[in-house]
């Protein structure tokens, strides 16, 4: 016993690509299975709508894709909670609470609220609303309501941890040592790219491959992926490095195949299409079993009910039981 709590989430803002799978996915599954740890993960929907707020039905119908995704990849009900993060009203008022242990200027300089604010001109023109500006605020709530002690995160979600830490001291320095300061977890593994050669891959940029995608599509998108441009005729030595079919191999296929393949493309004794035939058989043959256990859930939407309806009454447990322990120590256990 005594396993250590982690929570982690994503916004149902689309389904879940390949970047997801090896940027967090396997390693969520990897620490799932490793017994050490008792995994929460939030459908984070109400974050979702901080920056979808004039289009409630793409958050609604996301929700399910988000958790077909999570259980075609292996995510495991019995192991760990699945819940939707609207559905814990904890988490909303303690919110309220912490917003009044940040300051403005604070939120306005967290690096990933900035950078996420200058991609989203379209939604926000010149003014950015209060909801999101205050967004790390409710994340620090969503850990911190589920007394979430080890959050994975990549890199650019690290300030969001570091204010939720500074939220933690805040807060106990003040009412008393009642809140637990999560660690954040780095993950080692770079993100992934788009087909294009985007440094991110993403739904906006029409350059991902979705966990989801049928066999046809996943060949069709890797035709369509960025080559070295100054490799003309098959037999013209190619640079792999600048290459995005060379870059997928090196994640679906073994280290030796890569090693051939890229001494082949340096000698000009590969031709681009051979060797995107040869990637899309990889993508395919990871994606095979994920598709079919997709399937299932497709076909069965009552269990993908069951296990969400399970994991957010088990999930408002935890959040009513920290919620007591806030309230008690913020003096505002009235009636108990
Ligand atoms: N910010 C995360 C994302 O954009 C989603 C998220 C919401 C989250 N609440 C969280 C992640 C709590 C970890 C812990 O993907």
Not at 110 to 130: M, W
Not at 283 to 296: D, G
Not at 316 to 336: G, I, N, P, Q, S
């Amino acid at each position: 016993m005594n396993k250590k709590r982690i929570v982690t989430g994503d916004r149902p803002t689309g389904r879940l690509h390949i970047g997801h799978y090896f940027g967090s996915l396997k390693n969520r599954v990897k620490m799932q299975e490793s017994g050490d740890y008792d995994p929460y993960i939030l459908v984070a929907d109400v974050q979702a709508l901080t920056d979808n707020f004039n289009n409630p039905e793409k958050v609604r119908k996301n929700v399910r894709e988000v958790v077909m995704d999570y259980l075609s990849v292996g995510i495991d009900p019995k192991k760990t909670t699945i819940y939707i993060q609207s559905m814990i009203p904890e988490t909303a008022e303690l919110t309220v609470f912490y917003s009044n242990l940040v300051t403005i200027a604070r939120l306005e300089r967290n690096p990933t609220v900035k950078t996420e604010i200058a991609q989203k001109r379209e939604v926000f023109g010149e003014s950015v609303t209060y909801g999101f500006l205050g967004y790390p605020v409710s994340q620090a709530a969503d850990i911190t309501v589920m007394d979430g002690k080890v959050i994975p995160v990549g890199e650019d979600q690290l300030p969001l941890i570091e204010q939720c830490r500074e939220i933690v001291r805040k807060f106990n320095s003040i009412y008393g040592e009642v809140l637990t300061e999560p660690e954040a977890v780095l993950s080692k593994e770079k993100r992934v790219r788009g087909l294009d050669g985007n440094e991110k891959m993403g739904k906006s940029l029409g350059n991902a491959i979705y966990l989801s995608d049928s066999e046809e599509e996943v060949n069709k998108k890797v035709m369509s992926a960025v080559t070295d441009p100054g490799r003309i005729k098959k037999d013209d030595p190619g640079n792999p490095d600048i290459c995005m079919v060379s870059y997928y191999h090196k994640l679906f296929s073994e280290e030796e195949a890569c090693k051939t393949i890229c001494k082949e493309c340096r000698a000009g004794e590969r031709g681009c299409v051979g060797c995107k035939k040869e990637l899309a058989k990889m993508i395919n043959a990871t994606l095979e079993p994920i598709r079919e256990r997709r399937k299932y859930y497709e076909e069965h939407p009552e269990l993908v009910d069951e296990i969400l309806r399970k994991g957010t009454e088990k999930a408002r447990e935890t959040a009513k039981e920290t919620m007591k322990k806030v309230k008690k120590a913020m003096m505002l256990d009235y009636f108990e």
